[in-house]
């Protein structure tokens, strides 16, 4: 059975407001639909039911603290098992599967499907080096939280002024 449910069943496109046929289409009438469809992309791209069906990334925070870089990662429903993480020439990668409620075969009729099931990977491209045998990894509450110490070189260095 195909769990994907498509969103809308035409191609995108402006359409004409449905009472047309009364009156001509004003060019507020087209923005309006044209403003629909591009909301229903920007919701595609969020619900993972985009390009891929199944392919879906978690959302993923980045932030500089004076002597470490951390990440926090959303990946709620998953168990820490079903994580991976790994660091290789200043590359971050997590990758992991959420997988879906029912076995295969067995899924019901389905009305509504927004929460994405499937393999992810997400690889960062880390703006500093860090200490690779130092990073530590995290997970709680469904966020897993990795912290990568900074390498000395990228540390902050306090810089004395002389007076000359």
Not at 45 to 72: H, I, N
Not at 82 to 108: C, F, H, M, T, W
């Amino acid at each position: 059975m195909n769990t994907s449910i498509p969103i809308r069943s035409t191609p995108l496109a402006i359409s004409p407001a449905p009472w047309s046929s009364l009156s001509p289409v004003s060019p507020l009438d087209r923005l309006a639909s044209l403003r629909q469809d591009m909301d229903r992309l920007w919701e595609l791209s969020f619900t993972g039911r985009g390009a891929q069906a199944g392919a879906w990334s978690p959302a993923l925070d980045l932030y500089d603290e004076a002597e470490q870089l951390v990440a926090k990662i959303e990946l709620p429903g998953l168990s820490r098992e079903s994580v991976a993480v790994n660091y290789q020439d200043g590359v971050l990668s997590i990758s992991g599967e959420r997988k879906g409620d029912y076995a295969e075969g067995q899924e019901p009729d389905c009305y509504r499907s927004e929460r994405a099931t499937g393999k992810f990977s997400r690889d960062l491209a880390l703006p500093v080096p860090v200490q690779a045998d130092k990073i530590r990894a995290s997970f709680k509450d469904g966020v897993l939280t990795i912290v990568l110490p900074k390498s000395e070189d990228a540390k902050p260095h306090k810089v004395e002024v002389s007076v000359s």
